[in-house]
Nanobody, 118 residues
Framework: VQLQASGGGLVQPGGSLRLSCATSGFTLDDLAIGWSRQAPGKEREGLLC????????YYAASVKGRFTVSRENAKNTVYLQMNSLKPEDTAIYYCNRRWHCHSTVQNWGQGTQVTVSS
């Protein structure tokens, strides 16, 4: 089982980024995928999750209305679209897999760094 987040980088405040979570070793169709982040000196924070049916659950009020998630099962990939980025969004972003969006995490992927700065 592997999950690999990619697409991070440096972006100016107000900008956008799309992260990808490439999965392998399991059938993506059957599972939910969540996104979390960890900023320097802070605990890992759950952001949102997409169920196997495409329903989105938000865990963090700070990203609702700015971040959204989508999935492309045929490509074994889940996307995190981040808009109106703020400096406080700077963190390492991780994807994870679980049975449902309210289940415990089964596997964490490798993260990708997002830096929001002018």
């Amino acid at each position: 089982v592997q999950l690999q987040a990619s697409g991070g980088g440096l972006v100016q405040p107000g900008g956008s980024l799309r992260l990808s979570c490439a999965t392998s070793g399991f059938t993506l169709d059957d599972l939910a995928i969540g996104w979390s982040r960890q900023a320097p000196g802070k605990e890992r924070e759950g952001l949102l999750c997409i169920s196997n049916t495409g329903r989105i659950t938000y865990y963090a009020a700070s990203v609702k209305g700015r971040f959204t998630v989508s999935r492309e099962n045929a490509k074994n990939t889940v996307y995190l679209q981040m808009n109106s980025l703020k400096p406080e969004d700077t963190a390492i972003y991780y994807c994870n897999r679980r049975w449902h969006c309210h289940s415990t995490v089964q596997n964490w992927g490798q993260g990708t760094q997002v830096t929001v700065s002018s």
